[in-house]
């Protein structure tokens, strides 16, 4: 059933971006106005690193981590630096036990959110029984939220698609919203298409299925108490700020990967939040630092240098810049400065430009 307010009405959404953000300070400790997607291969600790020198406020997600690869692998998938809180570890699995005890080992490790994967397309995640193929077992995500929520303090949270193949994007949608609300889950980060688990690769799964926003606006009226942030083509902030007069967050993903500059303006512009700014020299100078701080066996500069490719994205000398750390940070031999001596290279791309009257 649709969920109200005590005095039995359907509380009115709310139609401006101000009381957007103090529902959504109201919702919990974690202001969700604006996140970043949790990308497989992408948003790992390097990156989370590098983004939040950008963004004090920015909800940040681990890449997807499986249940099986915390509880029998041999690697440390769940070590963070203490500067990217907020900070939340997306989980993917099935299994309330292992579900649990991973929950339990995200708090133990400090941190702030653990977050259900109901969204990945991909065959391999299919055939492990976790991504998008649960929207169609609503019953078994609500009882990994209801056995993880007992057993830890953070907030548990889901994110989904608005459906899959043939499920209709309006009962079951509301009926899956529903079923896993009433084990204890708050919080719902939609990406809104469907995904098609039938004949399209997880590339095509984030491209070729049509957005649908009103679908998703449609659910935060019907279930108002519940925080819904919205995920999905979004490329600007003069189009986050429009879903936030519907819904409570937006969470982008590879616009911020490919133009990482944006975060920069995320804490003034939509956490309406004055702060230092970094400029993306003093960002590079800062990642210099922490790769010659990192003590991770097998760590190289590479692993924190490939994040920053599009750090000067529509800048004199970006692709001079892209290119250099290309050519020369990725291998074995790559030198340890490396971003130093790419910087160097985009400082005399604008003296060369000042020179020909250009800058």
Same mark, same amino acid.
């Given at each position: 059933?649709?969920?109200?307010?005590?005095?039995?009405?359907?509380?009115?959404?709310?139609?401006?971006?101000?009381?957007?953000?103090?529902?959504?300070?109201?919702?919990?400790?974690?202001?969700?106005?604006?996140?970043?997607?949790?990308?497989?291969?992408?948003?790992?600790?390097?990156?989370?690193?590098? #983004?939040?020198?950008?963004?004090?406020?920015?909800?940040?997600?681990?890449?997807?981590?499986?249940?099986?690869?915390?509880?029998?692998?041999?690697?440390?998938? #769940?070590?963070?630096?203490?500067?990217?809180?907020? @900070?939340?570890?997306?989980?993917?699995?099935?299994?309330?036990?292992?579900?649990?005890?991973?929950?339990?080992?995200?708090?133990?490790?400090?941190?702030?959110? @653990?977050?259900?994967?109901?969204?990945?397309?991909?065959?391999?995640?299919?055939?492990?029984?976790?991504?998008?193929?649960?929207?169609?077992?609503?019953?078994?995500?609500?009882?990994?939220? +209801?056995?993880?929520?007992?057993?830890?303090?953070?907030?548990?949270?889901? +994110?989904?698609?608005?459906?899959?193949?043939?499920?209709?994007?309006d009962a079951d949608f509301?009926?899956?919203?529903?079923?896993?609300?009433?084990?204890?889950?708050?919080?719902?980060?939609?990406?809104?298409?469907?995904?098609?688990?039938?004949?399209?690769? %997880?590339?095509?799964?984030?491209?070729?299925?049509?957005?649908?926003?009103?679908?998703?606006?449609?659910? +935060?009226?019907?279930? %108002?108490?519940?925080?819904?942030?919205?995920?999905?083509?979004?490329?600007?902030?003069?189009?986050?700020?429009?879903h936030l007069e519907q819904?409570?967050?937006?969470?982008?993903?590879?616009?911020?990967?490919?133009?990482?500059?944006?975060?920069?303006?995320?804490? +003034?512009?939509?956490?309406?939040?004055?702060?230092?700014?970094?400029?993306?020299?003093?960002?590079?100078?800062?990642?210099?630092?922490?790769?010659?701080?990192?003590?991770?066996?097998?760590?190289? %500069?590479?692993?924190?240098?490939?994040?920053?490719?599009?750090?000067?994205?529509?800048?004199?000398?970006?692709?001079?810049?892209?290119?250099?750390?290309?050519?020369?940070?990725?291998?074995?031999?790559?030198?340890?400065?490396? #971003?130093?001596?790419?910087?160097?290279?985009?400082?005399?791309?604008?003296?060369?430009?000042?020179?020909?009257?250009l800058a």
């Amino acid at each position: 059933m649709k969920r109200t307010d005590r005095s039995g009405k359907i509380t009115k959404i709310c139609t401006t971006y101000c009381n957007r953000l103090t529902l959504n300070a109201s919702v919990g400790s974690i202001n969700r106005t604006f996140s970043v997607a949790p990308m497989l291969d992408w948003t790992d600790k390097h990156c989370r690193y590098f #983004l939040r020198l950008m963004s004090k406020h920015a909800l940040l997600y681990t890449e997807m981590v499986t249940t099986g690869a915390i509880i029998y692998g041999k690697g440390d998938y #769940l070590s963070f630096n203490e500067a990217e809180h907020p @900070v939340a570890l997306q989980l993917g699995g099935s299994d309330p036990a292992d579900m649990t005890r991973c929950a339990v080992r995200a708090q133990e490790y400090g941190y702030d959110e @653990v977050n259900i994967n109901v969204g990945c397309p991909s065959d391999r995640v299919k055939n492990g029984m976790f991504g998008a193929c649960l929207m169609a077992q609503p019953q078994t995500v609500a009882a990994c939220v +209801k056995a993880m929520q007992a057993s830890v303090d953070i907030p548990v949270t889901v +994110k989904c698609r608005i459906g899959i193949d043939d499920m209709d994007e309006d009962a079951d949608f509301e009926n899956f919203i529903n079923i896993v609300a009433s084990s204890g889950c708050h919080t719902f980060i939609v990406h809104a298409r469907k995904a098609w688990l039938q004949g399209l690769s %997880p590339k095509e799964n984030r491209e070729v299925p049509p957005l649908n926003y009103e679908r998703v606006y449609r659910i +935060k009226r019907a279930f %108002p108490e519940l925080s819904i942030s919205i995920n999905g083509g979004v490329k600007t902030f003069d189009q986050a700020k429009m879903h936030l007069e519907q819904v409570d967050g937006v969470m982008v993903g590879r616009e911020v990967y490919a133009n990482p500059y944006m975060m920069a303006s995320v804490d +003034k512009t939509l956490f309406n939040v004055s702060s230092t700014t970094l400029s993306r020299d003093q960002i590079v100078l800062a990642m210099q630092d922490y790769i010659t701080q990192v003590a991770d066996t097998g760590f190289r %500069p590479w692993h924190a240098a490939r994040h920053m490719l599009g750090l000067y994205q529509g800048q004199p000398g970006g692709k001079m810049w892209r290119r250099y750390l290309s050519q020369n940070g990725t291998g074995k031999q790559a030198q340890p400065d490396v #971003l130093i001596r790419g910087l160097e290279v985009v400082q005399q791309a604008r003296e060369d430009m000042k020179v020909r009257g250009l800058a």
